[in-house]
């Protein structure tokens, strides 16, 4: 089983910067793909950045040119920087990952095929 924790939540002004962490317990090494995904109040959970194997790396319209995903080369921690954060980024943003080969959602939406483990979220609310 694959343990994902998430860290790095909290609460900042609009135009602010947060970084996520997701650390991941037991082997994602061979992970294909890993991800972020956020749920805010009465909304759908929706697709916010995603990594392949490779190093491809595929971002929501919403969030292109101010947020970016990385993982250490353990693959072992996932991160999301953000930046210029707006009110409407405010959501549980989760970490998730899998492992099947050529399964891994791209440019956002509630595609998430494939990302068979996730976490329990983490907090993240802009103030205006």
């Known amino acids: 089983q694959v343990q994902l924790v998430e860290s790095g939540g909290g609460s900042v002004q609009a135009g602010g910067s947060l970084r996520l962490s997701c650390a991941a317990f037991?082997?994602?090494?061979?992970?294909?793909?890993m991800g972020w995904f956020r749920q805010a109040p009465g909304k759908e959970r929706e697709g916010v950045a995603t990594i392949r194997t490779d190093g491809y790396a595929s971002y929501a319209d919403s969030v292109k040119g101010r947020f970016t995903i990385s993982q250490d080369n353990a693959k072992t921690t996932l991160y999301l920087q953000m930046s210029s954060l707006k009110p409407e980024d405010t959501a549980m943003y989760y970490c998730?990952?899998?492992?099947?080969?050529?399964?891994?959602?791209?440019?956002?939406?509630?595609?998430?095929?494939?990302?068979?483990?996730w976490g329990k979220g983490t907090l993240v609310t802009i103030s205006s």
């Open positions: 037991r082997n994602t090494y061979s992970s294909y793909c």
């Open positions: 998730a990952a899998g492992f099947r080969a050529g399964a891994c959602p791209t440019g956002g939406g509630g595609n998430h095929y494939g990302l068979d483990y």
